[in-house]
């Protein structure tokens, strides 16, 4: 892969974890929303640990919580402080 394909790849991840992230902004129930994000990416890393998936492939599905699930801002925000 080239490093202009790594590069475009990379923005559509980035796009599609902003769009995530704004869709569980958005919810009624925003806690719930990303709890229900977080235990699917919990699930998928626990299914993909016994595999032979690479580890950096896993840890950048971890990593992708912090960019995913809301933070203290957010909420802050929600109540409009």
């Known amino acids: 892969m080239s490093d202009t394909e790594r590069e475009k790849l990379l923005g559509h991840v980035l796009a599609t974890q ?3 992230r704004a869709l569980i902004k958005l919810h009624p129930d925003m806690n719930a929303a ?3 994000v977080q235990r ?3 699930s998928v890393i ?3 640990l016994p595999t032979e998936l ?3 492939l896993i ?3 971890a990593a992708a919580k912090k960019w995913i699930l809301p933070g203290a801002r957010d909420h802050a ?3 409009g402080g």
Do not use: F
Request: no cysteine; hydrophobic share 50%.
């Open 34 to 36: 990303a709890l229900a």
């Open 77 to 79: 925000e929600r109540r």
């Open 18 to 20: 902003a769009a995530v």
């Open 59 to 61: 840890d950048g599905i």
């Open 40 to 42: 699917e990416i919990e």
């Open 54 to 56: 690479p580890d950096a």
């Open 46 to 48: 626990a299914e993909a």
